[in-house]
């Protein structure tokens, strides 16, 4: 199935064309994705500075991950979407980056395993396996447990909504909450049971608020984890659920802690996520962005072109050049980042207590 751009072939399109997702008009199809600002507390003036900055140049979208609650929290960088404080720093963000011309788009998420990288309590999960990055072993969620954590998304998108926000997240990736019980490495079962899936019963829920964005690991990348079948069931169930884009990425954290560990700078080949974008646009009709190894503007015209994806997700490239959305403007523009994650690792600063 070929997917549109303003109601035309995707061979018109570049990253400079406008897109609508879920009503909400974008001035182009560049966004920024969570990474750049999770490092930074959410209460220090630097984040608001990159934010600031990204959101100047040609970026449509910026995306903040926020913890439905304090627990969730897996990075400096997430706000509380139950605290006070936080919902107004949101807000704040909120306009500011609107005034800049972008939208910033309000994620939920809670961390699940991921916990344990950066919190003194103990991680949640499905099930009591433990975790190949933190070493943690999560406490498992028991039913009654996991409907208040669905309670708990529906009151954090009303928060978001609030604060002023016009398009939703939702974090299915990453070894997050909702991905644990997707994969079969943490105890999920996205094969045997896709209908059972907490994410889409939350999404169910948030896509009645406000349009949605979900952000879906496709695939593990790990034997015995989740399958790129499995994975496109989900992307379909998603879609029914009311999702009005998906972001894919490939990847399990523990396959990427691996991978940034082992991988030199050279063996990144721009446009490697693009097959994901191609799995997805056979089927559903909808705008896809597709994040990992995008770099150029030349290659992401390219793959708009070749109908792989509708907009282009970057992380990394702006961690550590937060006006690439001008550079991006250029045809010959490109990032400089070599992938090697050093400028997304938060500190565990419980650990350094």
């Not at 019980?181 to 019963?201: E, H, N, V």
């Not at 992307?235 to 999702?243: D, F, H, I, K, S």
Request: with cysteine.
């Amino acid at each position: 199935m070929v997917a549109t751009c303003g109601g035309n072939d995707t061979r018109t399109c570049n990253l400079t064309t406008e897109l609508t997702i879920g009503g909400v008009a974008l001035r182009s199809r560049l966004w920024c994705g969570r990474a750049p600002w999770l490092a930074l507390d959410w209460s220090d003036g630097r984040q608001q500075q990159a934010i600031l900055a990204v959101a100047a140049g040609l970026t449509a979208a910026l995306v903040v991950r926020a913890a439905i609650r304090a627990d969730g929290r897996s990075a400096p960088g997430e706000p509380c979407l139950d605290r006070s404080a936080d919902l107004q720093l949101l807000a704040q963000r909120i306009a500011e980056v609107r005034a800049s011309g972008a939208e910033l788009v309000v994620e939920l998420t809670h961390g699940g395993p991921r916990c344990g990288d950066f919190a003194p309590q103990r991680p949640l999960g499905p099930a009591a396996l433990r975790d190949q990055v933190s070493g943690r072993t999560p406490r498992a969620i028991d039913s009654a447990e996991l409907e208040m954590l669905i309670s708990d998304f529906a009151a954090a998108g009303r928060a978001a909504q609030a604060a002023g926000a016009r398009l939703l997240g939702l974090e299915v990736a990453n070894g997050s909450l909702l991905h644990a019980y997707l994969s079969p490495l943490t105890g999920g079962a996205a094969a045997s049971q896709p209908a059972q899936l907490p994410a889409l019963r939350v999404t169910t829920i948030l896509a009645a608020q406000l349009p949605l964005v979900v952000a879906l690991c496709l695939e593990d990348q790990i034997a015995g984890g989740l399958t790129p079948t499995a994975g496109i069931a989900t992307a379909q169930a998603l879609v029914q659920a009311g999702a009005s884009a998906l972001v894919v990425s490939s990847g399990h954290r523990w396959a990427r802690h691996l991978s940034d560990q082992q991988r030199p700078p050279a063996a990144l080949v721009e446009g490697r996520a693009a097959r994901l974008g191609h799995w997805v646009k056979r089927t559903l009709l909808l705008p896809v962005g597709v994040v990992g190894g995008l770099r150029s503007r030349a290659g992401i015209d390219a793959l708009l072109a070749a109908g792989a994806l509708d907009f282009a997700v970057l992380e990394r490239p702006f961690a550590c050049q937060p006006d690439l959305g001008r550079q991006l403007a250029a045809l010959d523009g490109r990032s400089a980042c070599i992938s090697g994650a050093a400028c997304l690792r938060p500190v565990p600063t419980w650990r350094a207590r």
